[in-house]
């Protein structure tokens, strides 16, 4: 995994690496950002950070894929894929985690049950 971007086909919104937010960012869609924000970020479906894309806040969602740094709690309802260069300052609740070498959590992680 050793890539700074993730080649997933996904609709949604695209955040550009000169980009910075600050605020909350809530969507039913999916988001991938290249850039930065600086509030939680909410969505129904897949996010993409991608390397040196950076989320000042938490994040919920239904998949994640992180190559970029989270400083806040991330809670995903399905699957979570690690890169190489991610980062999670906080915790990580997930159903499913594939974790490249080199990624790191900081607070712990939560594997929730499939089945539910």
């Known amino acids: 995994m050793d890539q700074d971007y993730f080649d997933i086909d996904y609709e949604g919104n695209l955040i550009l690496t000169d980009a910075r937010i600050e605020g909350n960012l809530k969507s039913d869609k999916s988001i991938c950002l290249n850039g930065m924000i600086q509030g939680n970020v909410h969505s129904a479906k897949l996010v993409i950070v991608n390397k040196n894309a950076v989320i000042d806040g938490d994040v919920e969602c239904d998949e994640l894929y ?34 490249a070498p080199g990624a790191k959590i900081g607070r712990g992680l939560k594997l929730n049950n499939a089945s539910k």
Do not use: F, Y
């Open 66 to 99: 992180l190559n970029g740094k989270i400083t806040g709690c991330v809670c995903v309802a399905r699957k979570t894929v690690m890169g190489d260069s991610a980062e999670i300052k906080g915790g990580l609740c997930t159903t499913c985690l594939e974790i």
